[in-house]
T-cell receptor, first 114, second 113 residues
Framework: AQKVTQAQTEISVVEKEDVTLDCVYETRDTTYYLFWYKQPPSGELVFLIRRNSFDEQNEISGRYSWNFQKSTSSFNFTITASQVVDSAVYFCALGTSGTYKYIFGTGTRLKVLA | SQTIHQWPATLVQPVGSPLSLECTVEGTSNPNLYWYRQAAGRGLQLLFY??????ISSEVPQNLSASRPQDRQFILSSKKLLLSDSGFYLC????????????FGPGTRLTVL
């Protein structure tokens, strides 16, 4: 069975702190895809990044970085020098070949305090 | 460029009334379409998805139904709303296979009283 676990329900940090959002996934498929989305207070989910199971390269985009480790089935998301605008709910999702369904985690609410 | 529209943005309905939420996508053809519901402070629950006109897959057997009358139109309906139907409804689309990301609409906030 496929599953995505985001164990951190809510995280609060002070502005400029670094914060890591955890994502652990379960799948028996060898080909799969992982995603991160941001849901700001307005409600619309915004796509952040996609990773396929054959590409374990970490990625950095500005203050955002992602660490994909197949050995631990994790795809963690780090925000460096957090800002108030980073306050949102962040979702990790899994897609496996042969299906059109995406499995979402329950989300992590990040609060960045000024 | 592709855009996705949802309406209405907010809706307050009495228990037992019907529901119709509409989602349309522009700028792409044959998208995969999805309806999700998000209860307050909760995660996303997949309700329906469609990979083509007239093709609807239901994930949650409830008093909701979905239809896809046109390639880029996805409608969520109910004949009689329940209190538990309250939530934030999100429509999303993706192209091709599961390797592509989804793009979400602005959502409809439904309150059933």
């Amino acid at each position: 069975a496929q599953k995505v676990t985001q164990a951190q329900t809510e995280i609060s940090v002070v502005e400029k702190e670094d914060v890591t959002l955890d994502c652990v996934y379960e799948t028996r498929d060898t080909t799969y895809y992982l995603f991160w989305y941001k849901q700001p207070p307005s409600g619309e989910l915004v796509f952040l990044i996609r990773r396929n199971s054959f590409d374990e390269q970490n990625e950095i985009s500005g203050r955002y970085s992602w660490n994909f480790q197949k050995s631990t089935s994790s795809f963690n998301f780090t925000i460096t020098a957090s800002q108030v605008v980073d306050s949102a709910v962040y979702f990790c999702a899994l897609g496996t070949s042969g299906t059109y369904k995406y499995i979402f985690g329950t989300g992590t609410r990040l609060k960045v305090l000024a | 460029s592709q855009t996705i529209h949802q309406w209405p943005a907010t809706l307050v309905q009495p228990v037992g009334s019907p529901l119709s939420l509409e989602c349309t996508v522009e700028g792409t053809s044959n998208p995969n379409l999805y309806w999700y519901r998000q209860a307050a402070g909760r995660g996303l629950q997949l309700l329906f998805y469609s990979v083509g006109i007239g093709q609807i897959s239901s994930e949650v057997p409830q008093n909701l139904s979905a239809s896809r009358p046109q390639d880029r139109q996805f409608i969520l309906s109910s004949k009689k709303l329940l209190l538990s139907d309250s939530g934030f409804y999100l429509c999303a689309w993706s192209s091709g296979g599961i390797y592509n990301e989804q793009f979400f609409g602005p959502g409809t906030r439904l309150t059933v009283l």
